[in-house]
């Protein structure tokens, strides 16, 4: 019979008969293998691998016989190890000794098996079931991890590493959670507890700092009767707090601090206070000759002194001042409640009381001879409309306002369109005007709705590059190309009014990559609810610099979007045969503005003529930069003019897509011409002159919008003002100094009529 190795340690069983006269060297080696197991061995994985597989070898030695067994070698991930043969049932101190922060895993067969995390050591047995064989763990050893899975009793736990609590029950008692300790506890050191702090006996804390929210369900008291402490409570403003003073037994509000009670909710010795504190106020500085009386909504109000000869009188339920013995405004209509109030043609001399700040008043279709007289006993303006039409009130398109320190004003009809008052009326238009002028990035702002606005305009326009004469990366450049004109767009929303509108962007190129392709970081956005609004940057270059030949750049215009109308800038152009240092030199001209007559025209791109330009102020110029007259490419205007051989382009027209505003504003628009054949004045435009030149170096500027005293003006009193109060045309090539950026500016104008 032969020898076998069957047995857990594969020692070889001599067959009977086997071996005569040589048993004894197969028992000296069995008796080693005896030893092997019973002592330490290790065993090297190969570097970063996933698997590795332990063998028994059958009457020889191998350290996977050992009772203590390590694993060294270099791990990049979690490595199984099967112990073969499967048949093998054994117990092992195995430890994974390796690197690399990976775990081993210790398998035998398809059953269950045991993950030793690095640097730790497992108790574990096989059960050698073949091929469905299991690992299971008896324990882990090391004083770095001790892993108690059922209660223990520790008498003196003493240890300079953290003690691990697995258990994630609460805690509700004094027997319950992880950690039960049936006597003190002291701490050296911070306490942190993660959820509530339950505390059934009195707490003694020595000092209190709170950063969050305090909840308490009962009682609080600080003191004891006849021996009190101070209470301090300190607001946002400095200097100011509300504080008990127990040595003066008050309450006392300092600084900016202010006491706000609820209507009805203020008693003094038993007797309510229910007058409300508009009423009270009515006593606030009186004026002179003024009376407190009852309204129409039974509130107190104050009714202001009647003029000289004038006498109160009653008309049954309302008091007023009449002229005496006279009927001149004998009627009176009290306005007392919010919203709209419509007054008829047969009302006309009637006095028109108004005594609740969100009131407004629509006057009845103008005509000569009718009038009315009113006074507003509130802080608040109150608003004067129109029935229909479009229609003046002192100069002024109304809506109007009549505000208390008006006093007594009388409104009086002139003819089908103009009311006048003998007061100076302030405008119901609000404008408000928003502009990254600081280049800050990451600009933003936000416009608010006012009270009784019918509907909003807004309008964009783009600005324009930031292109200068100076070194840039390393290379100095001399001569800059016209710029590209701005975008523009305009939105009238009449319905579902935003709230509120966020503006922001408007981040100015520059660099000379960012001049060439404006990034969408740098447009001007209008956001909120139902607009989605944006004005972008032209394109602008250098068309000549150190070590260079002079090139040709066509530079596009801005565009914009989310508008009920939106219009691109004109293409700037700049011109190959231009030579900063002699007199061939050749001032390129820049693109037309976006405006409401459309897209901007281009420049002109082919050989100009030279020709006698004229600055702002009228006067003859010749380019600094060589003797001579000095040739120049004519500017795009508007509406999609281009410039041409002999002069700009023309003057554009409203585009019939563009929204109509003269309901609003009471003008409409006139759009100029690009930089030649023009020149403004103070009644619009004369012809047969070149204009549009900023300096003595500059070509032709591109027709703006905005800037031109006929373009779209709001009634500001008895002057009007231009729509952007910045220059928004695109500027002409120049050479040793270009234009600095311009940005762009977006206004909101509540019209309230």
């Known amino acids: 019979m032969a020898s076998t190795y069957g047995n857990d340690l594969r020692l070889e069983e001599i067959g009977d008969g086997e071996q005569s006269g040589t048993w004894g060297a197969t028992t000296n080696t069995n008796l080693e293998l005896i030893a092997e197991a019973l002592s330490f061995g290790t065993e090297a994985i190969t570097t970063n691998a996933d698997t590795h597989t332990t063998t028994i070898a059958d009457g020889a030695t191998d350290p996977g016989r050992s009772l203590y067994l390590k694993y060294t070698g270099t791990l990049d991930s979690t490595c199984t190890i099967t112990i073969a043969p499967n048949s093998i049932s054994k117990t092992w101190y195995i430890e994974n000794g390796t690197s690399g922060s990976q775990s081993i895993i210790i398998s035998q067969g398809s059953g ?48 300079s590493g953290a003690v691990n609590l697995n258990l994630v029950t609460d805690s509700t008692s004094s027997t319950s959670g992880a950690l039960i300790v049936d006597g003190g506890v002291g701490i050296a050191k911070k306490l942190f507890v993660g959820t509530d702090l339950d505390v059934n006996g009195t707490t003694n804390l020595d000092a209190v700092d709170v950063d969050g929210a305090v909840q308490i369900d009962a009682t609080v008291n600080v003191g004891v009767d006849d021996t009190g402490y101070d209470v301090k409570f300190f607001g946002d403003t400095a200097s100011a707090y509300m504080q008990w003073d127990a040595s003066a037994d008050d309450l006392i509000l300092g ?6 009670v609820p209507q009805d909710k203020l008693t003094i010795a038993s007797t309510a206070v ?67 109030t419509t ?9 028109v009381y108004v005594t609740n700040s969100a009131a407004v008043i629509k006057l009845p279709t103008a005509a000569a001879g009718l009038f009315f007289g009113l006074r507003n006993t509130t802080d608040t303006d109150i608003l004067i409309r129109q029935a229909s039409g479009t229609v003046y009130m002192n100069a002024r398109l109304m809506p109007s306002a009549v505000r208390e320190t008006d006093g007594f004003a009388i409104i009086v009809g002139v003819d089908s369109t103009h009311w006048v008052a003998d007061y100076d009326a302030p405008s119901g238009t609000v404008v408000t005007r928003f502009s990254n002028s600081s280049n ?15 509907s909003i305009g807004i309008f964009m326009q783009g600005g324009h590059n930031y292109m200068s004469y100076g070194v840039i990366g390393g290379t100095t450049v001399y001569f800059t190309a016209g710029l590209g004109g701005v975008s523009y767009s305009e939105k009238l929303v009449t319905s579902s009014l935003p709230t509120s509108l966020t503006i922001s962007g408007n981040h100015m190129p520059a660099s000379q990559s960012d001049a060439l392709n404006p990034p969408s970081s740098s447009r001007l956005r209008v956001n909120g609810a139902g607009v989605d609004m944006y004005a972008g940057y032209p394109q602008g270059g250098y068309a000549y610099y150190s070590g260079n030949n002079p090139t040709t750049l066509n530079a596009n215009g801005g565009t914009a979007t989310g508008g009920d109308f939106n219009a691109s800038g004109g293409q ?6 231009t030579n900063y240092s002699t007199s061939s030199l050749v001032l390129s001209g820049s693109a037309g503005s976006g405006s409401p007559a459309g897209t901007g025209g281009r420049a002109y791109n082919g050989t100009s003529t030279a020709g006698t330009g004229k600055l702002y102020d009228g006067t003859t110029w010749a380019s600094s930069q060589a003797s001579g007259q000095q040739g120049f490419r004519h500017a795009g205007g508007t509406g999609g003019n281009d410039g041409t051989a002999s002069a700009g382009g023309a003057a554009g027209t409203k585009d019939s897509n563009s929204v109509n505003w003269a309901s609003y504003v009471g003008k409409e628009f006139y759009i100029p011409p690009g930089g030649t054949n023009a020149k403004p004045t103070s009644e619009g435009y004369d012809s047969g002159t070149y204009f549009g030149h900023r300096s003595t170096d500059k070509g032709p500027d591109g027709a703006g919008f905005g800037v031109a005293p006929s373009d779209l003006v709001l009634l500001l009193g008895p002057t009007s003002s231009p729509l952007f109060t910045r220059t928004t045309q695109a500027i002409g090539a120049g050479s040793f100094g270009g234009p600095n950026p311009v940005p762009g500016e977006v206004v909101i104008i509540e019209f309230k009529g």
Do not use: H
């Open 572 to 577: 700037g152009r700049a011109s190959s045969g």
């Open 440 to 454: 800050t990035n990451g600009y933003t702002s936000t416009w608010t709705k006012g009270p009784n606005v019918t």
């Open 274 to 340: 229910t007058s409300t504190a508009a009423e009270l106020n009515q006593l606030d500085a009186i004026t002179r000759g003024s009376i407190l009386y009852g309204n129409a909504s039974g509130a107190t109000a104050r009714l202001a002194k009647g003029a000289a000869d004038t006498v109160l009188t009653s008309d049954g339920t309302d008091i007023s001042w009449a002229a005496a013995g006279g009927a001149f405004m004998g009627s009176v209509i009290t306005v007392s409640s919010s919203g709209v």
């Open 255 to 260: 600084g900016a601090a202010g006491l706000v």
């Open 112 to 159: 269950a098996n045991v993950t030793i995390p690095t640097g730790q050591t497992k108790v574990v047995y096989s059960d050698g079931a073949g091929s469905s064989a299991a690992m299971a763990e008896i324990g882990t050893l090391g004083v770095t991890n001790l892993n108690v899975s059922t209660a223990a009793t520790v008498g003196t736990l003493d240890t």
């Open 343 to 351: 007054l008829t043609a047969g009302q006309s001399g009637s006095l």
